[in-house]
DNA sequence: ACCCAATATGCAATCGGTTGCAGTTAGATT
DNA sequence: AATCTAACTGCAACCGATTGCATATTGGGT
């Protein structure tokens, strides 16, 4: 088996004494082809073995149909789901996908969109790492109109487009239900909160502890990084409280599962001792015993929406609005969280 | 803020009375320029906000500096520790990556080796599709010399290279540490042994029972598509078996931990009624309770391997022979299995 | 037989870099 | 002062497809 060359539509033409536009046009089933010169046109392709050359194309068209996505991890149940429902989207729509993961970090978030922009991506779709701050590696985004849109991780305000979920309502709801067990002393474990998805979910936290006439105490507060080892660390300095908490709420499942097992490990019963409610709506929530109460996210739907909205941005002749969308998301109660009673 | 003018070479060079060429050579930081020259290019095109078109630089050098990577999923512990770990590879080389899912079809995984082979990947990383039984859709790669290289998931034979585990011998470890804790009705759920990660863990099970001196009962193995529904399923026919088996080998975590689960609430004690071992070392299997045992697997070192194997052959001369790199696996015995005595 | 319109095809420029080869220039050598 | 060499820089072709405009062909109408 020999090195096979590379067709072109030039090798078309010649083979069939017509000229390259000629079959330029025929593989884009113009209207200005003969049927039958199309016909020939397409079966000598197939035989031939051609396959277009999409950097010709691109560089011509100065389109590339190629959408970016940059997540902090993949390895994550919500992560995974959004980006199936991303490709679901573009796929159906003819348009090809660029991952990265930038691993939490700006700088790799940073490197990730020179790339994109180097690939002439026709959008892009972000969720923020961790320590993201500034956005200013996404400038040259903004300056030449390239669709920009957030998923879940955005930043404050109405200056660009970004689907998210209510997470102050959330947040609200896993607290408000954990007062509304006769938990009093409720702790709160968190990702980093310059990320809004972790503060306003505190927020809401919060809220709910002064509508239910509980104190909010500084010290029940935990920011980590949502890692299996700082999950432990927060555990231990918690059994070591003189009070223990009643109650657990924590802003991802996996960690609420650690925690989970911990506390029963510890001896702790959970809901009676410590009841707890995580985050997302893992698989990792069903693993659990008891199974673990957590907050649904629309991970598969966030996706889709956020393909939907670039996809309708890129077609729209005008220049579209930001705008924020926001999904419907909800407590899902199993028995990590319920004490029986009202 | 108005839409910014693309700036291309041509820019510069205008800018600074010089020809393209010389701005090329210079951003390429070619010998032949001037070092004042070069630093003058340097900081016009910072100043003009000059990024290259990677279809013109593709284009014209006929090499991408792309890889592609079809998985099978995105959502899996193990698939995305290799993913991090072929990035890891990657990027330090120089390279990008083109990800997408096959969603465990091979009529997906044809589609998308055919953008791959558009998007002129300089190489390809494979774990092929559950159902996948033909490589007709890789052949352009092949007849282009394309380097194609699998990794886990491969197909039988040595035409090939690609990066595995032992699955037979993690497969009788497996089944083996099983029937010396004493279990003799060792059932088995496995995917689709079309692959033979399934079909060799299967038969190094069936090796160890035998090497033990226990009978091989077919109808206690079950293959599935190890989804969490048919997992619950086999589950139920397991229950209503006249005689319940005493030890059970999932070949994924995650039905491990349902299978776990759903024995526990039907009454039995693990590892005392049913000793359990799972496969991966997923995160899950840190959270069930009691622990699962499970064979871990080197996502990350496999992703790492096949990367850099990858790289090497691009890097190669002459064309390198095909070969098989096998890394280690390894038993982790937790409490789910460990019955106590000898 | 002549003209016109409709249909089909080709020419050549273009997208933005890359690179072999040739040409220029300045300084060194004799 | 003439010659040579090394160091720079530019010309122009090329990568493979797309597309506006021009041209060729065909058939129909009168």
Redesign the pocket.
Known sequence: MSQEK?????DI?EKL????????????N?????????KKIFDTANEMG????T???N????KTNTIGVIVPRLNSYFISAMLAGIEKELNGSGYNMLISQSLELQEKEAEYAETMMHNRVDGLIVALAANTTSLDHFQPFFKHHIPLLFADRGIAGNEYTKVVIDNFRAGYEAAFHLAEQGCTRIAHITGNTIRDVYSERRDGYQQALKDKGLSFDESLVFETDLTEISTMKVMNRILKMEVLPDGLFVSNDFCAAIGLKTLKQAGLRIPEDIAIVGFNNDATSRITEPALSTVNYPGQEMGEVVARRLINQLNASNPSEPETLVLKSELIVRSSSLKGGV
Request: glycine share 2%; no cysteine; aromatic share 10%.
């Open positions: 590379i067709i072109t539509i030039y033409a004494s017509l000229s390259p536009s000629t079959i330029s046009r025929g593989l884009q113009h209207a200005a082809v003969n049927a039958v010169t199309k051609y396959r277009f050359n950097f010709a194309r560089l011509r068209s100065r």
